[in-house]
């Protein structure tokens, strides 16, 4: 079955710049989409097709794709950005979905 | 505001037919949209079920797709979720969502805020 790749964790010290990717063999050919969830909460989408953001989601998100690895890149990083974030897009037929397996994103 | 609410039992026995709600305010099923099931085993990932559209035709999950089957009722402005033969591997928080379609497929847009099912006897 097909998979998306994240990286466990990534920590940042606040102010700095946190990058965190997904990579997935059918990434050149689908969308990509993150979220954000804090413990206890339902995930927030905060990009969608790859480099979009939502209304009410701050400019220190962003998104970027280059061949099969996407990337959330938080500028600024500040204490309430402590979260897990999920990347999610589609199997190679577009017609299923498809989660990574979550990055924690720790600020010291 | 669409706001989504999960419904259903929150415990449920090994081998029987887990059974969830959606229920939908703020915005009408019947004029669109896909609209799904995602669950997330305790501390663990999430994983999609299934979506349907408010026609009736539906995507699951292959790894699920021969126990699941998701239903939508326009009339009462709900969908719904039934997950049969489940095991203690099925505890998990069931959000559903609504889901944007950007083309081939599309994301979730608005979430409820999950409802924990736990299985066992």
């Known amino acids: 079955s097909y998979e998306l790749t994240q990286p466990p964790s990534v920590s940042v010290s606040p102010g700095q710049t946190a990058r965190i990717t997904c990579s997935g063999d059918?990434?050149?050919?689908?969308?990509a989409y993150w979220y954000q969830q804090k413990p206890g909460q339902a995930p927030v989408l905060v990009i969608y097709?790859?480099?979009e953001r939502p209304s009410g989601i701050p400019e220190r998100f962003s998104g970027s794709s280059s061949g099969t690895t996407v990337t959330l890149t938080i500028s600024g990083v500040q204490a309430e950005d402590e979260a897990d974030y999920y990347c999610?897009?589609?199997?190679?037929?577009?017609?299923?979905?498809?989660f990574g397996g979550g990055t924690k994103l720790t600020v010291l | 505001q669409v706001q989504l609410q999960e419904s259903g039992p929150g415990l449920v026995k090994p081998s029987e037919t887990l059974s969830l709600t959606c229920a939908v305010s703020?915005?009408?099923?019947?004029?669109?949209?896909?609209w799904g099931w995602i669950r997330q085993p305790p501390g663990k990932g999430l994983e999609w079920i299934g979506s349907?559209?408010?026609?009736?035709?539906?995507y699951y999950n292959p790894s699920l797709k021969s126990r699941v089957t998701i239903s939508v009722d326009t009339s009462k402005n709900q969908f719904s979720l039934k997950l049969s033969s489940v095991t203690a591997a099925d505890t998990a928080v069931y959000y559903c969502?609504?889901?944007?379609?950007?083309?081939?497929?599309?994301?979730?847009?608005?979430w409820g805020q999950g409802t924990l099912v736990t299985v066992s006897s």
């Open positions: 059918a990434l050149p050919k689908q969308y």
């Open positions: 097709k790859d480099s």
């Open positions: 349907i559209y408010h026609s009736g035709s539906t």
């Open positions: 999610q897009s589609a199997d190679s037929s577009g017609t299923h979905v498809v």
């Open positions: 969502a609504r889901f944007t379609v950007v083309t081939p497929l599309g994301y979730f847009d608005y």
């Open positions: 703020g915005y009408s099923i019947s004029s669109g949209y896909y």
